[in-house]
């Protein structure tokens, strides 16, 4: 209930975005996940082409983060967000429509594209409507984040016992909801008007050395995070033998989710400021690592094994409530107003790359393991990534080279003259 009225009380546009969230995930993961299933025993293609078709996807997303961040500081979060939705509609609806190669890349494109654009957009759009409110704001996003990446693969695995041109058509609709939603809800803002040259903006955010010094520092977050899609369901498989034990580990994540995230945010942030917190949810999300590596040595199937696993998921998932919300807070303070997108899109292609290289070097260590050696390394890896980032931030913030993070405050009573103006301009 307390979560429910805190999202009542921020205006109507950051209302709208967190339910678009909710959708976003539920779209996306209702059908990425199966893509590659489809695309072999469906298609029959080649597991050199589903290569191509996937690290395409991810490559015109990650690499494309600067684009989607600037075009909302020069042409207005709104008309992005917009136009990101509409490309994934499209981009999806080729998933179903098409089986040719050339069909294929071009949805792989246009979906990652669209990713690339509305990802830095939405944050930007939150960051300028929530004013000081920003860490609260971000922590209702990661609730309704984490609850649609739920939904997504729960609905999709229920459309593919259809086909997998219904799970598609499903998740462009979705999209095609999300666009029509923004198109009519979202206040329009009058377009800003940039002073320099993209290339310009370009060069001022990666000359900010401590807000390069921040992103560098941050990498160990999102390489861990991407471990709830790899290497815990990966494990929770091969201590169970079951299924749906990857499931138990996303519904036990969303619950906890859902009931804590933003008591956790409220109450750190009213203890200082959140950039101290930061470095104590890396820190607990390295811990996470800890039981399943103490547990590594053990052999065979049994429910019992889950018991580890299922303590580091709900580890992991507690030090991203820490600081994914302050993290998001934060990124703003580093530049001028105008280029809040531009931040956003820096910080997500570090944070992107990041990801990848992570998951590169977990899964070789996965590899290791499964051919006879040490059962320990991934997790090992993981445990020593995360507490190397949270010293590397708690380092900058003992050296006074994070900006303050505003304490989340609680919401002031609605009054007839507020309810009115739900969708009032940044503050």
Sequence with gaps: MKTLAAVRSFPLAVRLLLVNQLGVNAGFYLLIPYLATHLTEDLGLSAAFVGIVLGLRNLSQQGLFLIGGSASDRLGARGVIIAGCALR???????ALGDGLPVLLAASILSGLAGALF????????????SDRTAEAFALFNVFATTG???GPLLGSLLLLVDFKAAALTAAGIFALLTVAQSVVLPARPAPSPTGTVAGDLREVFGNRRFLAFALAMVGMYAMESQLYLLLPHAAYRATGWDGSTGLLFLAGTVVNLLF??????????RGSGARWMATG?????LAFLPPLLASGASGAHPARLAPVLAGALLLHLGVMIAQPFVMALIPAYGPGGLTGTYYGVFYLVSGLAAALGNTAVGWTMDRAAHGGPAWLPWALCLGLGLASASALASLHRRGALPA????RAPAPATPCTQARPGSGPR
Aim: charged content about 10%; aromatic content about 8%; glycine content about 8%.
């Design 89 to 95: 509609t499209l981009g999806f609806a080729l998933f």
């Design 119 to 130: 990802n830095p957009a939405v944050r930007t759009y939150i960051a300028q409507e929530s």
């Design 149 to 151: 990446a739920l939904l």
């Design 261 to 270: 995230q933003l008591r956790i945010t409220r109450r750190l942030g009213s």
């Design 282 to 286: 890396l820190a607990v999300m390295g």
């Design 405 to 408: 993070v505003p304490a989340p």
